[in-house]
């Protein structure tokens, strides 16, 4: 008995191992299911919900510029944050931020609100990042990291399966505002648990270590080179996904006329289809190198625009979508590779500045999507398909490795 239970322990060790399970990254893959699980129901309906509130298409794309802004100026804080108080402190923080956005969420009577709401519920997505990685390449050997990356993805992507219909559902049955307002009750409900988890199960011990201070600049000047390069690509494959991001519903509700919960399904079209690609090739990119398989997720950015507006009926959106799931086939990998060429010093700031270039960068895509959905709603789509071709050829083109 005693034979086969250190067995049986010790294939769990192997088992937990070979996925980069450690304990402080289970919490913090939970704590992301957990808060994913409630942002998902409501997340991919604001930009209707915003129309519902009397937004036009330039608010929906200066609420798509809002969220780019704060995703570039809460980067670099939240790197500092984490390397300052702890990845654990800080995720806490962050959470606890977030549910003052999803409370205003809840009250707002008009689209103004949803706005204000927005800086803080993205507390979490945003300055969690740098924290998040540093955990990852604290925890894990270099040769673990894809894969670390790749089950928080996976993980992440589970509650997107399986949110929006949901969604869809709760908006179908008890109408738009009384749908997403359940949706808000959720997320400060997930938030509140994803807390005591964090609190209570986290092991992370604070290393003693002098926070040396630099400028922005000097930051810059310590990045590495093909982190740089890596980063030029990342902003061009972003700036296409950005240009689109808040007219992918109303194309698919307004002008294909798709029903909510229709589209939800299609959300998890795509989610399926990013979880099936990601363990192999987290693993395949531990092994061979991560380059070919953050090109794979480039070119996919850049295919995907194509892809949906080529769609005229319904039936043909699952093709689209699946296209949409292959963007993340890289992303565990291109994770990996920040994390690597990130160095240990300055890991958490260095991310951050990572973020925050490209996040500052993409930020007029939403808003020149608005302008360009005004010609036509077909026309964001085909310019983001360009923008998205050039950074495939521009990151192919150099000498990453």
Known sequence: MV?????????????LDWFGLKRDIIVMVVTVLILTMGNQIWIRYIPKYLEYLGAGALIIGLYGFIERLVGAIYQYPGGAIADKIGSKNALILFSLISIIGYAIYYFSPSWE?????????????????????????????????????????ILKRIPIVLA????????????LREGMKIGFIISIL??????????????????????EKLRLAELWSVMDRNLKHLLIADILARTASYMIKVYVVLYVLNIIGAPPIYYGFMISVQMTTSILGYLPAAKLADIYGRKPFVTATFLFFALFPLALVSVKDAWLLPLAFIVAGLREIGEPARKA?????????????????YYLIRESTTMPAPLIGGFLW????????????????????????????
């Open 374 to 401: 005004l010609i036509s709603p077909e026309t964001p789509f085909y310019v983001a398909f360009i923008i998205g071709t050039l950074g495939v050829f521009i990151f192919t083109a150099t000498r990453l490795k």
């Open 164 to 175: 929006p219909p949901i969604g869809g559902y709760l908006i179908q049955s008890l109408g």
């Open 190 to 211: 997930m938030a509140i648990l994803a807390i005591i988890v964090q609190k209570k199960f986290y092991t992370e011990k604070r290393k003693e270590k002098t926070v």
């Open 3 to 15: 034979s086969t239970s250190l067995k049986e322990d010790s294939l769990l060790t192997r088992i």
């Open 337 to 353: 590779l920040i994390v690597d060429l990130a160095g240990d010093k300055f890991r958490g700031r260095i991310i951050g500045l």
């Open 113 to 153: 609100f949803i706005i204000l709401g927005t800086f803080f519920v993205l507390v979490w997505e945003s300055m969690s990042s740098p924290a998040i990685f540093s955990l990852i390449g604290e925890v894990l050997s270099k040769s673990k990291r894809a894969m670390g990356f790749s089950v928080q993805s």
